[in-house]
């Protein structure tokens, strides 16, 4: 079973009069241990997606599972446990994950004492964090006093201090630059061999796909596509190959570009061979 599994999941926003529609029967399964990413522009579901699996927003219809716990049905001391015990979160604002007038230590010592945890096992666990996340030299200066690339290092050993299954990380880098990405997205990875930790990042930068080993574009509440990286044991990149993503009625997303170059509207014609199925263009008249 996987750890992660969202069955034809939907999420109805009431806006006014209006209802949105942010996810539409979406289908995902994410195993134990992986770090993806959920790609797409405004509007995809990809964060009303991470808002479902973090507890912060209740599915509308279907059914989604985190590890032992079906979110659909949890009351409301049973999502305040999830959200404690289970899940780890990183926003892209470093306000949100940081308290400026605390120490570096302070931060991160200050999720497990409300989860409880004895004074020298909050030092010992924090000094291990920050180890990993290689801000050591920092642990007693002031969070307002880091720098982006910093702060946001700090924020994962926050995330990661009780011990979380699942570590979710909103555009983690979308304030810093490239090279402070770069160092975020390893010290990611550290965390997810170190702990073994199940990583699902946010994001609009289809670059993310050169850093993780599955991707998973969205567009109208759907899974479009998946990017899969493969690896020789030396960890060396062997190829990259693109999938579009087809559900258990039968419905798929084309590409968006295959859609513009053969100028798809509304009908297409399909042609069965023994081992493919072809999409065709129907010419203007033809319909």
Known sequence: M???????????????????????????????????ALIGPSGSGKSTLMNVLGGLDVPSAGRVTVGDFRLNAL?????????????????????????????????????????GVKPSERRRRASELLEAVDVTARMDARAAHLSGGEQQRVALAVAMANQPQLLLADEPTGEIDSAAADRIFDTMRTLNETYGVTIVIVTHDYAVSKRVSRVVGMRDGRASIEVLRQKNGSGVPLTEEEFTVIDRTGRLQLPQGYVERLRLQNLVRLHLADDHVAVYPVEQGEA
């Open 2 to 36: 996987a750890f992660i599994e969202c069955d034809n999941l939907m999420k109805i926003y009431k806006v006014a009069d209006l209802e949105v529609v942010a996810l539409q029967g979406l289908n995902l399964t994410v195993e134990q241990g992986e770090m993806i």
């Open 75 to 115: 009351n409301r001391r049973q999502q305040v446990q999830y959200r404690r015990d289970v899940i780890g979160f990183v926003w892209q604002q470093t306000a949100h994950n940081l308290l400026p007038y605390l120490s570096v230590r302070e931060n991160v010592e200050l999720p497990m004492a409300f989860a």
